[in-house]
């Protein structure tokens, strides 16, 4: 008396082509979403918040620095970063953890540096101002291989201006002028599945090409980057599609297209006799 799923005999029972039909076109359709939601299971989903914080406390202020730049017409021997910043940091020639190659037989350079910076406003800049002899007219056309903050991020599915100034041509600009990029720096979180956390950096940019002279009249241009932080924070947080919603949609899945597939498959029927029993009265 318990059983609320009650058998029909089989005999009871009458099997037609049409519902072989209605069953076989259900079945394709009930894979086809079973696949589809296994799909999105097995899927990872990137959701991005915004809030205002400083992720990375535990960074001791600073924000690593990655600048690769070739200047195909300044020797290396003129070429020098500099670094300073509102807490009073003013450093000339930096030269920890940064490479020179010569370009162009020994014409050109290319320098790459790591370096770190305040969470201040600030700015770095690549000029001759550390080589023991200004020359007379500094070449200053370049081309930016990178230029990236904190961590290294390669997330497939997070499309973020990490490298925004990767590929800036300046080559055929003025070769006395100077270069302003103006950074608005964003701090950006990544999450993993398992709560892992990493901390980078993207950044908008605008830029300005103009000639300045020195206080003795001299032009002395140079590559500056100036820099400023957002106080808004990018979150991207890896998720998952819970186990326990994925057997609700497919049970819902199976018990609706059961369901729907029966009734399309009774009202065919139903007609069907109709029209049959039609046809016999039309006969006799």
């Not at 326990?244 to 009734?263: L, P």
């Amino acid at each position: 008396m318990l059983d609320i799923y009650r058998k029909v005999p089989k005999d009871l029972t009458q099997p037609t082509y049409t519902g072989a039909v209605v069953s076989i076109i259900c079945c394709v359709f009930m894979l086809f979403l079973f696949l589809s939601e296994l799909k999105g299971f097995i899927a990872t989903e990137i959701v991005n918040e915004l809030y205002v914080d400083d992720p990375d406390k535990n960074s001791g202020g600073k924000i690593d620095v990655s600048l690769n730049i070739s200047l195909p017409n300044l020797h290396c021997d003129l070429v020098g970063l500099d670094i300073q910043d509102e807490m009073g940091r003013h450093e000339v020639g930096h030269i920890d953890n940064s490479m020179k190659v010569p370009l162009n037989h020994g014409h050109g350079c290319r320098f790459e540096g790591e370096f770190t910076i305040n969470k201040v406003p600030g700015n770095f800049h690549v000029s001759t101002h550390s080589a023991t002899a200004q020359p007379q007219s500094p070449d200053m056309t370049h081309l930016i291989h990178k230029l990236a903050f904190g961590e290294k991020l390669q997330v497939q599915n997070v499309q973020g201006a990490f490298n925004a100034l990767g590929g800036a041509d300046r080559l055929v600009s003025n070769p006395l002028a100077s270069h302003d990029y103006i950074l608005k720096i964003v701090p950006t979180v990544y999450e993993d599945l398992s709560g892992k956390q990493r901390f980078s950096y993207q950044y908008t940019v605008a830029n300005k090409e103009y000639v300045a002279y020195s206080h003795t009249g001299r032009i002395i241009p140079a590559i500056w980057y100036r820099y400023d932080l957002s106080p808004i924070t990018v979150k991207y947080t890896e998720k998952r599609q819970p186990l326990y919603r994925f057997i609700t949609t497919i049970c819902a899945i199976i018990g609706g297209t059961f369901t729907v597939a029966g009734i399309i498959d009774s009202c065919i029927f139903t007609a069907s006799e109709a029209w049959k029993k039609i046809q016999i009265g039309k006969m006799s």
